[in-house]
């Protein structure tokens, strides 16, 4: 007993005192295991464990007889452990336990065995035959950790990408698109598609294109798609009127060509109610004098047949025949306000409203601008009931635009305004209010609500004949009527005019 004693105070009095303690606490020992250990050989009087480890650690074996009480430890860190007890009694029973890298640390667990009762330490298997099978079985450990730690690297990089997707497809679905329109590059449609995210502030420069640049496009979302339809197009080296329908869809990042429109538009407004995209006048030619669409409607179901199905009707009651009015739906109802008169060019400020439930326009007479204005930028705010602010009232804006008459198309002359209106659609009011003027007076620019933010953005525009900015200015909704539009620190990644801002989530 007193042997036993002095052994275990001297293995303890060494793994406490040495400098590369294996008690200390490491990366390394974190992570280590044990793979696997054996009784190597049990005699009368000794007895050999063997372990494996799978880093380079120092091993550590305790071991006693009615408990651990006795400790020997390696000199060396290593993968491999074979230590020799000593001083054992025959035919007694002893518990022992293996650790990889410290006391605590990977462990076998209490073990035990018993001596025998005569020296049998000849009967051994030769020491190359077990280092052969013990490192055998640490390689194959080592594979299947290295196996496992792959899959584990595998399945998280999965994760991740998977929340990332679904992080960018919330920003897509909360942000607006920037679509067409003129841009610098010698007064050509832009086909590069942008969309901001109004939460975090920041652009996503070109997301898509266009397969078709156009300009004065109707362009609308339903049931989170963009559709965009007709506009102006580019043949040779003129603009031409198309009659071309693209749907992107935002989730598989694709476009898809849909059937044509009946005719070619240009100039016209629509909007989405139900199930179907309504479209009122405008013109089917750059000749507005004498192509100017006339009481006519086009609906587009894009969920029925391939590739959607267009119907024309005709309106039962007159539909004004205005060039690049603004408008759109505010409670499934198209508004429609402002423009140029197809005969003269004349700038317009009548307002009216088609239902499409009647295949109608109103008998009311709705309120008129407060200045007759073409190529304005407009918005409508539809709140629902779980927006943020859901309490809101049902809105259209109408921002800048030009004064001046005039019949080519594109307008060849302009002379802008600064002029911000704002009618609320529920109200007995039935007025357009005069709103703070924006800080530039700009023609045909984009406008678009985050209902996130509770605030109007302004995209963009013409600041002289076929000069596009990319300006951005907001406005918050709280009072849209007395608060002054901000400048953004987020400049357009590039200048437009005649283009459409469009969110996903109406």
Request: charged share 15%.
């Amino acid at each position: 007993m007193k042997r036993q004693l002095a052994i275990f105070w001297m293995s303890l009095f060494f793994i406490i005192s040495c400098s590369n303690s294996p008690i200390e606490d490491g990366s390394k020992k974190d992570r280590v295991k044990l793979l696997l250990f054996y009784e190597e050989y049990i005699g009368n009087e000794t007895a050999k464990i063997t372990w494996s480890c799978s880093e380079d650690v120092k091993g550590i074996l305790g071991y006693g007889e009615n408990s651990i009480d006795m400790f020997l430890s390696s000199l060396y860190p290593s993968r491999n452990h074979s230590m020799t007890i000593t001083g054992l009694l025959p035919n007694k029973r002893y518990m022992y336990i293996t650790y990889c890298g410290g006391i605590g640390k990977a462990n076998s667990g209490t073990r035990a065995f018993t001596t025998n009762i005569i020296d049998n330490s000849s009967i051994v298997v030769s020491d190359e035959t077990k280092y052969a099978e013990v490192q055998a079985a640490a390689s194959a450990a080592a594979a299947a950790a290295a196996a496992e730690a792959a899959a584990a690297k595998a399945k998280a990089e999965a994760e991740a990408a998977a929340k990332a997707k679904a992080d960018f497809l919330l920003k897509k679905k909360r942000g607006i698109w920037i679509v067409g329109g003129i841009g610098n590059t010698n007064n050509l449609p832009e086909s590069a598609v942008d969309f901001f995210d109004p939460v975090e502030g920041i652009w996503y420069n070109s997301i898509t294109a266009l397969p078709t640049p156009r300009a004065f496009t109707i362009t609308v979302s339903y049931k989170g798609n963009i559709y965009v339809i007709g506009g102006l197009e580019v043949s040779g080296s003129v603009f031409v009127a198309s009659d071309k329908t693209e749907m992107y869809n935002i989730e598989t990042e694709k476009w898809t060509t849909l059937n044509s429109a009946p005719r070619k538009l240009v100039g016209a407004v629509g909007g989405v109610s139900g199930t179907n995209i309504y479209i009122v006048a405008g013109t089917t030619s750059t000749d507005m004098i004498n192509s100017t669409v006339l009481n006519k409607v086009y609906k587009f179901s894009p969920d029925i047949g391939t590739g959607g199905t267009w119907t024309e009707l005709t309106s039962h009651e007159t539909i004004q025949p205005h060039i690049d009015m603004g408008g759109c739906i505010i409670n499934g109802a198209l508004y429609f306000t402002g423009g140029r008169y197809y005969t003269s060019g004349q700038e317009k400020a009548s307002t009216d409203v088609y239902s499409p439930g009647s295949n109608s326009t109103t008998v009311t007479t709705e309120a008129s601008l407060n200045q007759a204005r073409h190529g304005v930028g407009y918005a409508c705010y539809n709140p629902l009931p779980t927006d943020p602010y859901p309490s809101d009232a049902p809105a259209l804006f109408i921002a800048g635009g030009s004064t001046l008459l005039n019949t080519a198309i594109p307008a060849s002359t302009i002379s802008i305004s600064n002029r911000f209106e704002y009618y609320q659609a529920s109200s007995s009011t039935n007025t357009f209010q005069t709103g703070s003027n924006l800080p530039y007076s700009l023609y045909y620019p984009a406008m678009a609500v985050s209902y996130t933010n509770r605030t109007l953005y302004l995209f963009g525009g013409a600041s002289s004949i076929n000069v596009p900015t990319n300006l951005i200015l907001s406005l918050n909704l709280e009072n849209p009527v007395s608060t002054s539009w901000t400048n953004t620190n987020s400049p357009m990644p590039r200048a437009r005019y005649g283009h459409s801002a469009v969110i996903v989530d109406r």
